[in-house]
Nanobody, 119 residues
Framework: QLVESGGGLVQPGGSLRLSCAASGITLEDYAIGWFRQAPGEVREATACIFRAESTTFYIDSVKGRFTISRDNPKNRVYLQMNRLTPEDTGVYYC??????????????WGQGTQVTVSS
């Protein structure tokens, strides 16, 4: 019910915009998190947007470079990623929890989209 898109290969310093599209649920009713999993690493929460979209959180390593946002009419959530570095490489997942806040366990997960930052 969640499908990510927008991943790909990008050079260091480049940008990508990931999209999380929903079917069967209304994302406006959910807090949404973006997670990533680097090769050989555990999955980590990267960014989240509360149901009240004015509240967002980011891990320190992406603050000022990533922006999470909603498009409620399109039932999508985006992750704009700028000034990418090789350390941003990984599979990116979106997840939805029917809560005001970003807190587990999440109700729905996407299948992930690969982001590779390399020259």
């Amino acid at each position: 019910q969640l499908v990510e898109s927008g991943g790909g290969l990008v050079q260091p310093g480049g940008s990508l915009r990931l999209s999380c599209a929903a079917s069967g649920i209304t994302l406006e009713d959910y807090a949404i998190g973006w997670f990533r999993q680097a090769p050989g690493e555990v999955r980590e929460a990267t960014a989240c947007i509360f149901r009240a979209e004015s509240t967002t959180f980011y891990i320190d390593s992406v603050k000022g470079r990533f922006t999470i946002s909603r498009d409620n009419p399109k039932n999508r959530v985006y992750l704009q990623m700028n000034r990418l570095t090789p350390e941003d490489t990984g599979v990116y997942y979106c997840a939805a929890v029917k809560s005001d806040r970003c807190q587990g366990p999440y109700d729905f997960w996407g299948q992930g989209t690969q982001v590779t930052v390399s020259s």
